[in-house]
């Protein structure tokens, strides 16, 4: 939500520390790295996105579990 002058507020509790790690990821990485450097601009200090989404995590072998 914006708040008074534009700044991004939440009332999560889980996103109230912004040197918490963040793991994004999408299907190919574009949408990730924008919403990565967004996090960034709003302060966040420990954010990363998965490079070529989970399309390539998975071509290179990486695990995915399914809930």
Do not use: K, N
């Not at 999408?26 to 998965?50: E, I, K, P, W, Y």
């Amino acid at each position: 939500a914006l708040g008074d002058g534009g700044a991004v507020t939440t009332d999560d509790p889980a996103l109230a520390a912004r040197d918490r790690p963040l793991v994004l990821y999408c299907r190919s990485g574009g949408r990730a790295a924008l919403a990565a450097d967004s996090l960034g601009q709003m302060g966040f200090t420990r954010v990363v996105s998965l490079a070529g989404g989970i399309g390539a995590w998975r071509e290179g072998g990486g695990a995915v579990v399914m809930r």
